[in-house]
């Protein structure tokens, strides 16, 4: 049974920083590419930012890049999203993403990222 969990939402000011993360289990983790999704109320889910199944390459969507670091862990089967200087429009539940060629992805239920004063 594949599972994805993240963790590490809340509400911060604008400004702050959270590191969401997202902990697989039921895959073999190291052979997929990860990404980040977040969808906001009455909006449409967008991709943040994917890293490869090695980790040796990252892509940001241009509203974070410079502010959002995607990272991960294989032996820990774990990827991060680093967010710093947030700002009110990053309010969404985040999501992670795995995939691999060849076979299905697979979601995480969220967790909620809320920036405000």
């Not at 040796?56 to 670091?69: H, I, L, M, P």
């Not at 992670?96 to 060629?101: G, L």
């Amino acid at each position: 049974q594949v599972q994805l969990v993240e963790s590490g939402g809340g509400l911060v000011q604008p400004g702050g920083s959270l590191r969401l993360s997202c902990a697989a289990s039921g895959i073999t983790f190291s052979s997929y590419a990860m990404s980040w999704y977040r969808q906001a109320p009455g909006k449409e889910r967008e991709w943040v930012a994917e890293i490869t199944s090695a980790g040796s390459a990252t892509n940001y969507r241009d509203s974070v890049k410079g502010r959002f670091t995607i990272s991960r862990d294989n032996a820990k089967n774990t990827v991060y999203l680093q967010m710093n200087s947030l700002k009110p429009e990053d309010t969404a539940a985040y999501y992670c993403y795995a995939i691999r060629r060849g076979t299905g992805g697979y979601w995480g239920q969220g967790t909620q990222v809320t920036v405000s004063s």
